[in-house]
């Protein structure tokens, strides 16, 4: 098919409005191209444009010029031709979980929605692999896996809306990080289309393959910038056996990470250590309405998961540590019930600090040996500089990374307080970057942390990162603005 509009050779994006005159109108590339694809391929309904054009960011709002819903690769592929011949923007989408605006479509462009793309194959149960679709929810391969006695290790509170390609794309991390590592360590092989439409298998369904560069593992947690994720052969181990949920009261940071290192010394294997302060829980009981699983109030909470050891004692090792006072209350769930109450404070936190207030987040990484002083570090500059200012911190202590968010204080003009989170998210950053830290653990770049992104990248990085980028995107149409502007007017 050809068809004729207003183009230019020059990329039409990374340079203020990317449908201006000389670059093809998006919504003209759709009408020339619509009979090219099934019937219900493409929507403009602005009730669907607004909910496929965001994240679950608020920061900008969407604005995209039609979404399309391809079932299949083969249709991934014949889009993107079109769109990189026309230089039409694309932005790809899964759950739009993201936290970094890393799926925000607000300048016109075509929002590429996977939510179609469900197909799950076989389970291979000698292999211990899956291919799946990348718009396969995580929590429907948990499912699909467990009636074999697998799974797919990748876990976090959102899993019942998160897609697979989503997860691949920003390189999740979740709840299970201590035990099971991030998600590029349980894919395989991946299935992406390029910019110009090519589809490339790579790896597939192997353990070793050393035959030069892996390019799998360049397309993982590139946020869709270089790559269109279609499908995924994910890695998958077994179910763990019965696992044990504590919550344990103390009293300050420091005192969170003696009982980390205290439990890593057991012979039990840990499955997650989560913390959070009292001003998140305090936000989470009022929210759900939950009534507080212990009697006494402390700063700080970590909630434990484990797989205990054959004949391990653990109410010996929990008296223990009340007998060393590394503990001042804790509770043990005594069925999944209990369990799943005892999560619900840490995994609705996120949730309810957004319907309690205006929380502006931040997802951090630190070496784990550092946390202490930085979290101390932190708090003294958010005294001194932002006083009135709440702080709620929680966390995955276990691999260092902190979620920080900061809430608008009462009588705070919105726009006030979003315009001065910019500054305090350079203080933040520059603390980040002083104890030799990243300033997203698993979040990624987006839209939102790119002006910072060389508090954790030098020039030199940067540079390789976009030459890798013009190479497979020579004319900046995949998820353009994401990560870094290729103009090199920001990081």
């Given amino acids: 098919m050809t068809y004729s509009g207003k183009r230019s050779d020059r990329s039409c994006v990374g340079r203020g409005d990317i449908a201006r005159s000389g670059c093809m109108d998006p919504r003209v590339l759709v009408e020339q191209i619509r009979r090219e694809f099934p019937e219900d391929f493409f929507t403009m309904e602005p009730s669907e444009l607004a909910e496929f054009g965001r994240d679950w960011t608020k920061v900008h709002a969407p604005d995209p010029s039609a979404v399309a819903f391809p079932r299949s690769t083969e249709e991934v592929a014949r889009l993107l031709r079109y769109c990189h011949e026309a230089r039409v923007p694309v932005v790809p989408s899964g759950g739009r979980t993201g936290l970094a605006g890393g799926a925000v479509a607000a300048q016109r462009e075509i929002v590429l929605s996977m939510s179609r793309m469900r197909r799950m194959d076989p389970v291979d149960v000698l292999g211990q692999t899956v291919r799946v679709q990348a718009g396969v929810v995580t929590e429907a391969v948990h499912h699909h896996c467990a009636e074999h006695g697998l799974t797919w290790p990748v876990d976090f509170a959102s899993k019942g809306s998160s897609q697979v390609g989503g997860n691949i794309a920003t390189n999740a991390g979740g709840v299970k990080v201590i035990r099971y590592g991030l998600t590029r360590q349980w894919v395989l092989g991946l299935q992406v289309v390029t910019a110009g439409g090519q589809i490339l298998e790579l790896n597939g369904a192997l353990e070793k393959n050393n035959t030069g560069f892996d390019l799998r593992q360049l397309f993982i947690g590139s946020?869709?910038?270089?790559?269109?994720?279609?499908e995924a052969t994910l890695k998958l181990t077994r179910l763990p056996g019965p696992q044990q949920v504590l919550l344990l009261a103390v009293e300050d940071v420091p005192a969170v990470l003696?009982?980390?290192?205290?439990?890593?010394?057991e012979p039990f294997q840990l499955s997650a250590y989560e913390f959070f302060t009292d001003r998140c829980a305090a936000r989470v009981e009022r929210h759900r309405r939950i009534v507080p699983p212990l009697s006494r109030k402390a700063p700080c909470y970590v909630l434990i998961e484990l797989e205990k050891a054959r004949d391990y004692d653990l109410d010996r090792w929990l008296t223990s540590l009340f007998d060393q006072e590394l503990v001042l209350d804790g509770t043990m769930a005594q069925n999944s019930s209990q369990a799943a109450q005892l999560w619900a404070l840490r995994e609705g936190i996120s949730e309810s600090l957004s319907a309690t207030g205006l929380p502006h987040k931040n997802d951090v990484a630190l070496p784990i040996a550092g946390l202490s002083a930085f979290c101390a570090e932190l708090g003294?500059?958010?005294?001194?500089?932002?006083?009135?200012?709440?702080?709620?911190l929680f966390g995955h202590i276990g691999d260092g990374n902190?979620?920080?968010?900061?809430?608008?204080?009462?009588?705070?003009?919105?726009?006030e307080f979003l315009a001065r989170t910019s500054e305090a998210d350079r203080d933040l950053f520059e603390l980040v970057r002083a104890h030799r830290g990243s300033i997203s653990a698993e979040h990624g770049i987006g839209l939102l942390k790119r002006p910072y992104l060389g508090y954790s990248r030098s020039p030199e990085e940067l540079a390789v990162l976009r030459s890798v980028k013009q190479a497979l995107d020579p004319h900046n149409i995949l998820n353009p603005g994401k990560i870094f502007d290729l103009s090199g007017a920001s990081a």
């Fill in 258 to 265: 003696r009982l980390f290192q205290a439990a890593r010394q």
């Fill in 223 to 230: 946020e869709g910038t270089l790559g269109v994720i279609t």
């Fill in 380 to 392: 003294r500059v958010f005294k001194e500089r932002y006083p009135g200012w709440e702080i709620c």
């Fill in 402 to 415: 902190l979620h920080i968010n900061v809430m608008k204080p009462e009588g705070m003009e919105r726009t």
